[in-house]
């Protein structure tokens, strides 16, 4: 099922406002909590947008937010942004830590691959991500107090 004319309209302009530069960062900062809480493709794609901007604290929190949203079809823009030794430390980290939310077993491949990682916030993920990727029922998942949702 789709999105409704008026949730196109919702996220288009939370979109525009994002990737505003006009936009203070306080006001870019709500706007990805609201798309976070929206969960659709559209969404995601407007954070993963918000992943080109120039601040280092709006990226990783895009980052954040993607992770929070669980989706596994973010894991490449996210996998990208791991990969990238230009990006920040912290952008880098919480890549991977978005991909360790995902919990899939190829997105915990991909974290794990970045253990050995010459950033040492980027080595450490892997090691808080396994310890979170499991549930109670043993299933591969994020557990929410792992990644500040408790």
């Known amino acids: 099922m789709g999105l409704s004319g008026e949730q196109v309209l919702l996220v288009e302009r939370l979109r525009s406002k994002l990737l505003d530069p006009a936009t203070s960062l306080a006001a870019k900062h709500r706007v990805l909590f609201a798309l976070r809480g929206l969960s659709t493709p559209e969404s995601q794609r407007a954070l993963e947008a918000a992943l080109r901007d120039p601040s280092v604290l709006l990226r990783h929190e895009a980052a954040y937010c993607l992770g929070q ?72 998942g994020h557990h929410r107090e792992c990644h500040g949702q408790a």
């Open 69 to 140: 949203q669980q989706r596994e079809a973010a894991a490449t823009v996210l996998t990208e942004i791991l990969r990238d030794q230009q990006q920040h430390p912290m952008v880098r980290h919480e890549a991977a830590e978005a991909l360790g939310a995902i919990g899939s077993p190829q997105c915990l491949s991909l974290v794990r691959a970045h253990c050995a990682d010459d950033c040492l916030e980027v080595a450490q993920t892997y090691d808080r991500c396994s310890s979170c990727a499991l549930s109670q029922d043993g299933s591969h």
